[in-house]
């Protein structure tokens, strides 16, 4: 098939195809002519990931050469393909300033107590201690209770992406479904949360049925 019925099968616009291809982010297509290159289905399954990556997941382009380098190397264990993947996505989002010691001990000490299996060089450590870091300059120190319900919500979505690997049988689409999941699971929790978040505040600081949503006001307050 050519560049344009590659685009067309994955429903992503041919300008996008073709961006990803000057990036790098597309093998090379083979040449049937000297003027001509054509395309198989292993591009569009390509591009539809790529998208994921970049526009769902936010990812950079630079990131998401790393973690397509990483699915495509083919003799490394999937648990080395998807640490690999980890670092790279975290690294995209790290700050400047890593996190406080203090910060650190809290998350070890709590997945610690926990029971979790992992390593102190898993970039999950630096994110969560940043966040507690965080809270803490508003004046809130996290209990252990706080963390530990975090800690449990993360246990749960873990198991289901880990249950979710079962029904894949071949190795590529299992290191898909591994760093692809993992990137859109972040927003798919965050969204989650942020509905969880409005049923929980609903018990707790009931409103009037005829109340609008914030949002609504700040439109309102724009038009």
């Not at 390509?46 to 630079?62: H, K, N, P």
């Not at 890593?98 to 299996?117: F, K, Y």
């Not at 803490?136 to 449990?152: E, K, M, Q, S």
Request: glycine fraction near 8%.
């Amino acid at each position: 098939m050519r560049i344009s019925e590659v685009a067309q099968a994955a429903s992503v616009p041919l300008t996008a195809v073709k961006y990803y291809q000057r990036e790098g982010l597309l093998p090379p297509g083979e040449k049937s002519a000297p003027n001509q290159t054509t395309y198989d289905t292993r591009h569009v399954e390509r591009v539809r990931l790529v998208r994921a990556l970049l526009e769902t997941g936010g990812l950079s382009v630079a990131v998401t050469k790393q973690v397509l380098a990483v699915l495509d190397a083919d003799t490394a264990p999937l648990a080395e393909v998807f640490a690999a993947a980890q670092y790279a996505m975290t690294s995209s989002r790290a700050q400047d300033n890593g996190a406080s010691q203090e910060s650190r001990d809290r998350i070890e000490g709590r997945v610690s107590a926990a029971g979790w299996c992992s390593t102190s060089d898993n970039p999950g450590l630096e994110a969560a201690a940043r966040a507690l870091d965080g809270l803490r300059t508003i004046g809130f120190d996290a209990p252990d209770a706080y963390l530990d319900a975090y800690l449990n919500a993360a246990a749960t979505a873990a198991r289901a992406d880990v249950a979710a690997l079962h029904g894949r049988q071949e190795r590529d689409a299992i290191a898909e479904l591994m760093v692809v999941g993992t990137v859109l699971g972040d927003p798919l929790f965050a969204g989650l949360r942020r509905l969880a978040q409005q049923d929980a505040m609903h018990d707790l600081f009931p409103v009037s049925d005829h109340a609008s949503p914030a949002g609504a006001d700040i439109e309102g307050a724009q038009s």
